[in-house]
Each structure stands twice: as C-alpha cells, then as structure tokens.
C-alpha cells in the first residue's frame, strides 16, 4: 500500500510537468494552429541555464534565473517574429502537416544543438530551489520538496491563467482568437500579437517549470525531447484545444509511468506505457478526444 | 465569401513524375561513378551511407509524401532491418546479403499486421499512434541485452566478400547503389502508373479523391508495407556497410532525422527523396563540427528550407524551371490585370475549341455510346435519385429541412435558391460528402444513405464542386483520368507490373473529345485561364459516364461562348443521363433545365417547368426583388 | 463622380481588392455620407463582401480609402474601428464557445482593455437593448443560439464598438423570413438613432426597404448612382 502510494504521489509530481506542458501545447494550438513540439527544450534551457550561471560561473541564483528566463523570453520573441511570421504572415500561409509539426520539431533540433555547445552532453539540474529531504506526508507517503514546488507552481499558473481568461477582456480575446481567427480580427484583435505573447509566456512556463523540477530528475541536453513528446501526446489526449482535459491526461500519464515503472518492470516500464498508449488511440480514437485536425 | 471559393487552392507543385527507367538511371550512373571514383576515401564512405538513407527516404517520399497522412514508423523497420540482419549473420552466419531479402520478408509481414492496425486511424490519431512507435523501439532496444543494449550491435559480414578492404569497399558501394536502383525504380514505376496519380489526386484534396473513386483504406495499408520494406532494406544495407548497429539507429531523433531529409529535399519527387537524404549526409559527414552539432544544423536547414518552399529543394527548382519556362514564353502569366478574364488565354483555348462543332454532339460520343459504367439498371418507375426527408442541423441553424424529391434517369434539372439556402448543403447529402440529420438517400431504389462517395461513385453518381481542384504539374489528360481510375479494382502490386494508366487516359480522351477539347489535353493545367479549368473538372465528372452528374455552379466563371457551349453539352448529356445543376444565373437554368427546384432556408418551396418558374410569384419575390 | 466631401462617412477611390492572383475587386470608386444608409446588391460571388473586407483592412487592397476624412492605413482593422467603422462578417463569425454576452463584450475591445468598463458602458447596453430576445440566452454559448439569435449576437457585437458607421454583410443569411424581419427592424432603428448603414444583400427586396440608395457590384465593378436619389 505504501509502495503504491508513495508511486501515485511521484507519479503525480511528474504527471504535473506533463501536464503543465500539454497545456502549454494545447493552449498554443488553439491561438495559433501550430503545435509546439519544442516546450521540452525550453523547460531544459531552464534547468540547464541556471545551473550553468550559477554554478559554473558563480553567479548568484535569483540573477542565474533572471538571466536565464530573459534570455529564453528574447529568443521566443525573436523566433516568432523572424520564423513563425513569415510561416504565417506573409501570404503563403502554410498549412497541414508542415506547420503542424515541422517548424517546432527544427526549432526542438536547434535548441537542443545550441545546448550541446553551451553546456554539454553531462547531466546537470538547477540547484534546489527548496533544499532538503523528502516530507512525510503521513502514512508512510512521502513527498520531495521539489515536487511540492512543482504542483504549486502548476496550481497557481494554472490558476493565474484560468482567471485571466475568463475575467479579464484580453484574456477573452485569446480565446477569441483561438475560436475564430477572422472574428477575431474582427474586432480589432491583433491576433499576430497575440501568438507572440503566448509562445513567449509558453517559454517562459516551461523554463519554470524545468527550473524547478531538473533537481528531481536532472535533465541533458536532449531530455526536453521526451518531455515535450509526452506533453504532446497528453495534448493529443485532450483533443488538442482542451487544456483541463490535458492536463488530467498528464497526470494520468505520470501516474500510469510510476506504476508500470514500479510494479512491472523498470526498464521496460516506459516502453510498455507507450504501448498502452498507442493501443488506447488506435482502439477508440474518438472516445480518446481526437479530432482529424491534421488531415486538413 | 463566395468568390474565394474558386480560387484554385492547390497549391503545390509536384510537378510530374520523372519516367522510371530515366530517373533510375541517372540514380544508378551517378551512383555508381561516385562510388567507384571516390569509394575509397572519406567522401566515399559518407556518400554510401547517404545512399543508404535514400533507400528509405525513397519508400517514405511514396508512403507519406503526398497525404497529408504522417506516419512515424520507418526508423522503426530500419531499425529491424539493421539488427535483423545482424542477428542472422552473427548467429546463423548468413552472409548480409542474403539476410537482407530474408528481413525484406519479415519486415514486409510484421508490416501487414501492423499496418491494419495503425492505418485504420487517420490524420491526427495516425501521427500521434505511429510516434510512439520510436520511443517502443528505442525503449526496447537499449534494456535488450542481446542487442547490444544501449550501444549497439557489430557484425563481421559485409554486403561484398572480398579479399582486400578496397574491393569490399567498392562492392558494399555498388551493391548499396545497386538497391537504390531496385528501390528508385520500384517507386519511380507506381509514381508513373495509375496508382500514382491516385497519390497525385489525395495530395492534392481528399474529399475531390473520394468522389472520384479513389479508395484511401486499403491503398494506406499497401503503401505502409511498401514503405516499411524499403527502410528494412535500408537497415540491412547499413548494417552490411558500417559493421555495426547502433542502437540510435531507431527512435524518435533518428525518425525527425528521416523526416528531414525527405523534406528538404522534397516529399513528392524522388529525385528529391535520394537529394535531400545525400544533402544532409554530406553537409554532415563533410564537417567534424557540423557532423558533431547535426541537431543544430539540421533544425536550421529544415527550417530555411520549409520558409523558402514547403516543396523543399524539389519545388525550389520546380519553380526555378517555371520561372525560366514563362520567362522564355514572354507571357506574364495570371497576372492581376483589370478586367475579369485573361483574354489573351480564353482566346487561346476558344480558338482550339473552334475547331469542333459549336453545338454539342461533337466528337465520337453518341447517346448510344453512353452506356453508364457499373450501373445495375433499375427497374422501371423506380426513380433515379430520391430525397426523402433530408433534413440537415448544424449547431441551432436548420440547413436543410424536410427536403423530399425525386429525379427520373434522363433529363436536365435545376436546384435554385438564394445563398444560404441550403443547395450546396443538399448537394453534400446527395453525393456523400455530408451526412443528413434525418432522411434519406436513394438511387436507383437503393438506400445509399450511409455510403461514402467512393461507394456512390462507383453507383454511378459523379459531381464537380465550387472550388477547382486539379493536380498542378500535370495534364489535362491525367486530370481528367482521374475519374476513370478504376482504384477500386486496382492493387500495388499491380501498378508496379503494369500500369493501366494507358486505359484510364483513353477514357479521358473520349471525354474531351466529346467536349471539343481535344486539343487542350496535352497543356499542363495551371497554364490554363480559370474558365477552362473549370471546363477541365466538368469534362473529368462526365468521364466515367455517371448515370447521375452534380454540378455545383458549373457556369460560374464562364465567359459567354463557353457558356453557350456548356448549355449545348448539357442538352446533350439530359438525353443520355440525369443532371442536376446548382446554378445562381437565373437566365441558364430556366435554359437548360425542364424542371426546377427552388430552396428557401432549407425547404423546398417550389418544383416546377421553366415556364411556371418565371411566372410564379414566391419565386420572383424570393430570387430577383423589386 | 465626386471624391470625399464635408459630411462624407465613407470614401473609396480606385481600390481594387485582390486575393493571391485573382482580382476580386476592380477600381471601385464611391462614396457614403453621414447617415445615409446604403444597399450592396449584385449576384453572389462577385466582390460585394470583397468590397467589404478590404474597405476594413481583412484583404488586400491598393486605392483609397476615407474614413470622416481622414484616409486608412491598408490592413489595419484596428485603426477602422478606432474610426469610427465596424463590420458585422457574413456568417457571422462568432467565438462557438465563448458565451453570447462575451461575444458582444469582445465588441467593446476597440476602444477599451477594461472587461468592466465594457460591461458598464452605454454602447454595450444599448446594443443589447437593441435586442430584448437575448436578455435570457446570455449566458449560453453562442455556438447553441439559433441562427437568428446568433444573427443578433454578431449586430449586437458590431454595435458593441459604438460604431458610426455599421457595415453589415448578408444579415439573414439562412434565416427565416418572420427573424430577417426582426433583424431588418433593429438594423432601421439603428439607422434612426443616427449611424450610417451599410447592407450587403443579394437578394435585396428587403434591404431597399430600410436603404436610401443601391450600390450595384457585379463581376467586381462597382456602379453606384450618385446619393440621395431613390433608384
């Protein structure tokens, strides 16, 4: 019971991560119609960028991670406004598939390369924001501090965002935006600007994320590829423009990889997992909550 | 916005085919020189492996390039190819070369079963199932001991047994181009024979496809097996070529790897397929710090390259050739010039239509000759067509309600109404593109209500839609074959041994000849005005001889004596079969048609003559105002 | 034909409206005065909302265009409705999930970023006073309204800008005859109170009923009969 318990609590806190990146895809997608295969790796520059400030050129922490968000908002920025734009933008929009996966993959790919070269192929973490050993719970259930950093910074972003959208009038433009783009516009939505805020936003909650969580599990400099996949598919889950359906498929996903991890096999556990997965979407695609998006 | 509805959406450019003993060729020879000038240098082991990517790039560049239907499973059966080969050699010491037909085998069942499975999903369901294919793979791989877990497998065997280093250096290369060759050609014949323009049609709209005939299923499965035995060929080539199987070889980075190289280099050509694959391998094989930083370089190529054309280096020099092609002519091509039609163009095309009879009739078609293809004969006083009760509920908006009416076996008739009525919505639910709320769908007595176009096509029904949809870069000749296909009775396999392409095109000459536009069939279709575009769907909807023609607003566009034209083949054709015709020129129904239906927000508000038409008041208020 | 004068709401001059390669719109001139109420008749398909999209900044356009005088940057929605000049799209257009009263609400986003200060405005209620039928499906989501309701949802939305000039494409699109009644009369009271009016219609017998003049449009061309006189 306490093996089982304690492997839903871990479950959980990694679930989260997953969860809060399937959201950041789905919240994208549904603003921009493009999917961010590249979250992962933002979440990595996180991780890996504080650490490399902080302890390789000894810079103070909170400047290590101001440094490091800032220098992960400004290249978002500067991504969409020199890639995403002209993909969109200009009159040849493309759509379908190459949008779709294309443009996020390559940035993925590049992310991961600048990585390499600036931090090298070793694991690494961010130093422990909440430093100490794991909290009993009760019951023999026992939590790592770092995962209670995590769930809360799920709660409160995901809270801070819920609220915006629902009560402030550029919160609904959002989701305007998302819901029709020429409607949208309409009313003098300047989607464009839009996109823009929430790739960047989308960046920086990765990079968070990543921040807080690498002392869990300590991230390289491909781990972001796994993570963004798996949000992805906690996404795809969510039919892609339901983020509270995502973020419980994240979650589920969490826990189903702690459980399989601890009860069937640890080495074949996440390979099983996909297993699972990719049989539930080819048995029931529509009770999955999938949409043919692409195939337009 | 209804006049966005006739811009021609596809906007690709595929461009045609390149013949199958051409381009194997040229693969081969420059294979071939390649290998043996440089084969026992560096760049000579670099441009082998890229050969052998190709393998695999060319089956993709097959299995996905046109669809918009990505599936994630080919590093997956590379992967199987690779250690499969290995196992074999190093256990059953079974020379690599013969282990790789042994694996083709193997990898061509294992695909067969899979692929019925992960291809009854589409679209987004397809993606996200197949790309958890990789993270399996590479899951199972690196705990498998026996595979070398985490790092890799060697093998002793090469592809070429020799004595020296040199000479089994220079025969892995010729072997390797050798299967190139066998793959190039293999491919190169399906792009050329009728399955490959059924690829050309789902490229470019699959809705128009299904209406055409052209049957996805069981198409996707074969073009899977295809595909996956091809990259298990590719795997035992590599295996049999660098000695060793690294367990990189599958899994998701190597999959975007694949998918990178048949992108920039061109999903749809196969030249493209091998160039992209050679493209990569040689920026990264001729750098240490491009070869060492891959990830970095090749984000940036794919995204330069996707920015410049979705097409990759293939539609770059596509458009390059184009560009050079319309500089040559001297014409400006379509350009943005006041007044609605080029007339340089439609003088063109009327002064090759002149040549026939300016009425209808023309050609070798006679009301005899039409004998509709695949149609059981309906017993008489069945009607043709009947609505009963079609009703149609989008969210709150009722599109179509309670619309009931039949239509005999002969005869022109015209369904009218204002915009928003609901015809093209009616149009949908009889052809099967959309599904009706409540009612159903009859032809010849049959209930067609739950069959897909395909099915009805194959029943007899064909139809055009507002929007043009032809594949760009080839005739139109091949256009209009698309009609005449036949995809339901046709196989892979099939194509490959021997095109019946030939048949489709003879089809489709009967039909132009019929329309007097015989002498467009060889122009390639965007050199043509819009207007005869147009004409060129009409002519691909009659092709097959459907016992039952929709067209959904064929005069639109039309200039007047294309027009004329259009009404005298459509006087020809009601004698031969059933024609029903959305059309907002009030003059051209009340011309051609002899019976009328009118639709006002979904109901059927009048059916009647030409004559009671122009005189009934509910139609004159609702229609033509004050 | 005369350019903008004083008292002019709305000037075109030479403005072709283009999509890729083909030209939707050829040099289109005319113009609107202040409080007139205009009808955008011609046959489906050929440029009447064309004319609308590029005149808002939605399409590509090259000419001129004067909104009260002063000319519109090509492209700029935003700056058309700072101006005074609101769209109501054909289909409408509306946000399916977003619930009806956030639908009008996201009207008001062309002069404020306050959701409150929208909700408390006299724009905002006028428009939905403008129509009394909606007072209880506000909460609903506006893709589950009716098409008239929704038709509603969209004029209530264009008015939401406190607009001056209200241009509205197809209004009864698909709609039965006794609601393109309602909607025909909600669009005359808005005319009343004092704003220019702008109606595409295909069919236009009911249009020319609330309108001062026609604008023809008829393979992109625009013909339009000097204003104020009755066709």
Redesign the interface.
């Known amino acids: 019971m306490m093996k089982f318990g304690n492997l839903v609590v871990a479950g959980i806190v990694t679930g989260s991560i997953y969860a809060v990146f399937a959201v950041c895809v789905a919240v994208w997608y549904r603003v921009s119609n493009i999917l961010n295969l590249a979250v992962g790796d933002f979440a990595m520059t996180g991780a890996l960028g504080v650490d490399y400030l902080s302890r390789v050129e000894n810079w103070p922490l909170p400047l290590s991670i101001l440094a490091t968000l800032a220098a992960v908002a400004a290249f978002g920025y500067c991504y969409d406004r020199v890639v995403l734009s002209l993909a969109q933008d200009r009159l040849r929009r493309h759509e379908g598939i190459v949008v779709t996966f294309f443009f996020t993959f390559a940035l993925s790919f590049f992310i991961e390369g600048i990585a390499q070269i600036l931090f090298g192929t070793n694991v690494h973490a961010a130093p422990a924001l909440w430093p100490g050993n794991s909290l009993n719970l009760g019951g023999g259930l026992n939590i790592v501090r770092a995962g209670i950093l995590v769930l809360a910074c799920a709660v409160i972003s995901g809270g801070m965002f819920a609220l915006y959208i629902r009560y402030t009038l550029s919160g609904k433009a959002i989701e305007a935006s998302g819901e029709n783009y020429l409607g949208a516009r309409i009313v003098g939505i300047d989607t464009r600007r839009y996109r823009r805020s929430i790739f960047v936003i989308t960046a920086l909650l990765a990079a968070i994320f990543g921040i807080v969580e690498s002392p869990i599990t300590g991230y390289t400099y491909i781990s972001g590829a796994v993570i963004s996949l798996t949000g992805f598919i906690a996404a795809a889950y969510g039919g892609f423009r339901h983020p509270a359906r995502a973020l419980v498929a994240g979650l589920a996903i969490g826990v189903l990889e702690a459980l399989l991890g601890g009860y069937v096999s640890a080495e074949y556990g996440d390979t099983v997992m996909y297993a699972i997965l990719a049989a539930l979407v080819l048995a029931r695609p529509r009770a999955m909550g999938f949409e043919s998006a692409v195939s337009n | 916005?209804?006049?966005?509805?006739?811009?021609v959406t596809a906007?690709m450019r595929p461009g045609r085919p390149g013949a199958p003993l051409t381009t194997t060729g040229l693969v081969v020879v420059v294979g071939l020189v390649v290998v043996l000038a440089f084969g026992q240098q560096y760049a000579g082991s670099v441009l082998v492996l890229a050969f052998t990517y190709a393998i695999v790039t060319t089956g993709m560049a097959v299995q996905i390039g046109f669809s918009?239907?990505?599936a994630f499973s080919q590093s997956v059966f590379m992967g199987l190819g690779a250690y499969g080969a290995a196992l074999l050699n190093t256990h059953l010491n079974l020379p690599t070369l013969a282990a790789a037909p042994v694996v083709m085998a193997g990898s061509g069942l294992l695909a067969l079963l899979l692929g019925s499975?992960?291809t009854?999903?589409?679209?987004?369901?397809l993606?996200?199932?197949?790309?958890?294919?990789p993270?399996?793979a590479t899951?199972?791989v690196s705990?498998a001991g026996y595979l070398g877990g985490s790092v890799g497998m060697p093998l002793a065997g090469n592809l070429w047994q020799a004595s020296s280093p040199e000479l089994i250096a220079a025969g892995n290369g010729v072997i390797t181009v050798i299967a190139l060759g066998l793959v190039v050609f293999v491919a190169s014949r399906i792009l050329n024979s009728d399955v490959g323009l059924e690829l050309y049609a789902l490229g470019v709209d699959?809705r128009t496809a299904a209406s055409m005939g052209i049957s996805t299923p069981r198409r996707k499965l074969e073009l899977f097996v295809l595909g996956s035995m091809f990259a298990s060929l590719g795997g035992a080539v590599y295996a049999g070529t660098q000695l060793f199987v690294p367990a990189t070889l599958v899994g998701?980075?190597a999959e975007?790897s694949l998918?990178?190289m048949l992108?920039v280099g061109g999903r749809r050509s196969i030249i493209g397929a091998v160039a992209g694959a050679l493209a990569v391998e040689y920026v990264s094989g001729a750098s240490e710090w491009v070869s060492?930083?891959?990830?970095?370089?090749?984000?940036?190529l794919?995204?330069v390259v996707?920015?410049v054309d979705?097409e990759g280096l293939a539609g770059i020099a596509a458009t390059a050739r184009a560009r050079l092609r319309e500089r040559r002519r001297g014409s400006g091509g379509?350009?943005?010039?006041?007044?609605?039609a080029d007339t340089a163009g439609a003088a063109a095309d009327a002064a090759d239509a002149a040549g026939a009879a300016g009425a209808a009739g023309a050609g070798r078609l006679r009301v005899t000759d039409w004998a509709p293809a695949s149609a059981p004969a309906s017993g008489t006083g069945v009607p043709l067509l009947e609505c009963a009760g079609v009703s149609k509920d989008y969210?709150?908006?009722?599109?179509l309600d309670a619309v009931s009416l039949t239509l005999p076996a002969r005869g022109r008739y015209g369904l009218c109404g204002?915009?928003?009525?609901?015809k093209s919505t009616l149009l949908g639910v009889i052809g099967g593109t959309v599904s009706p709320s409540a009612g159903r769908v009859l032809l010849g007595g049959t209930d067609v209500t739950g069959l897909q176009p395909q099915q009805r096509f194959y029943l007899g029904m064909s139809r055009t839609f507002q929007a043009v949809h032809l594949i760009t870069g080839r005739t139109v000749l091949d256009n209009v074959a698309v009609s005449c296909l036949r995809s339901q009775r046709s196989s892979l396999a099939a194509g490959i041994a021997g095109s019946r392409l030939g048949e489709a095109r003879d089809k489709a000459a009967e039909a132009l000849d019929y329309l007097g536009m015989r002498g467009l069939s060889g122009r390639e279709v965007s050199s043509l005005t819009?207007e005869s575009q147009r004409m060129v769907e009409f002519a691909r909807a009659i092709a097959p001889r459907p016992r039952l023609l929709l067209l959904d607003e064929p005069a639109?566009g039309l200039s007047e004596p294309q027009r004329d034209r259009l009404s005298g083949v459509l006087h020809a054709l009601g004698e031969v079969t059933c024609v029903l015709l959305v059309e907002?020129?009030l003059g051209l129904v009340a011309q051609i048609t002899e019976r009328i239906f009118v639709l006002d927000?979904?109901r059927l508000v009048f059916q009647g003559s030409p004559a009671e038409f122009n005189d009934s008041a509910v139609v004159n208020?609702?229609?033509?105002?004050? | 034909m005369s350019g903008p004068g004083p008292g002019t709401a709305l000037g075109v001059t030479g403005m072709s409206v283009s999509y890729g390669n083909l030209v939707a719109v050829h040099d289109a001139t005319f113009s609107i005065g202040a409080g007139e109420s205009v009808a955008i008749v011609g046959p489906n398909g050929n440029g009447k909302s064309s004319l609308l999209m590029g005149i808002v900044g939605l399409a590509r356009r090259r000419g001129e265009v004067t909104i009260f005088g002063s000319p519109a940057p090509a492209g700029d929605v935003m700056w058309t409705a700072r101006r005074g000049l609101t769209l109501v799209p054909e289909r409408r257009q509306l946000y399916p999930n977003l619930s009806a009263a956030d639908n009008v609400v996201l009207g008001c986003y062309s002069w404020t970023r306050s959701a409150r200060k929208a909700r408390r405005s006299d724009a905002y209620g006028r428009a939905l006073d403008l129509f009394p039928d909606l007072r209880s499906h506000l909460r609903q989501a506006a893709g589950t309204l009716s098409g008239g309701q929704q038709q509603m949802v969209a004029i209530a939305r264009g008015l939401a800008a406190d607009p001056k000039i209200l241009a509205v494409d197809e209004p009864c699109l698909g709609l039965a005859e006794a609601v393109s009644k309602r909607v025909y009369e909600a669009l005359a009271r808005v005319h009343e109170a004092g704003t220019t009016l702008i109606v595409v219609e295909e069919a236009p017998k009911r249009a020319l009923l609330i309108c001062d003049r026609r604008v023809e449009v008829r393979n992109g061309v625009v013909r339009a009969p000097a204003g104020g006189a009755r066709p």
Do not use: K, W
């Open positions: 916005m209804a006049g966005l509805s006739r811009l906007r918009q239907q990505i499975v992960v009854r999903a589409s679209g987004l369901a993606a996200v199932a197949t790309i958890m294919l993270l399996i899951g199972y705990s699959e998701s980075a975007l998918l990178i992108f060492v930083n891959i990830l970095l370089v090749e984000g940036a794919i995204t996707l920015l979705p379509l350009a943005e010039v006041p007044g609605p969210g709150g908006l009722h599109v204002p915009n928003g009525a609901g819009l639109a907002h020129d927000y979904g208020s609702l229609l033509i105002g004050q």
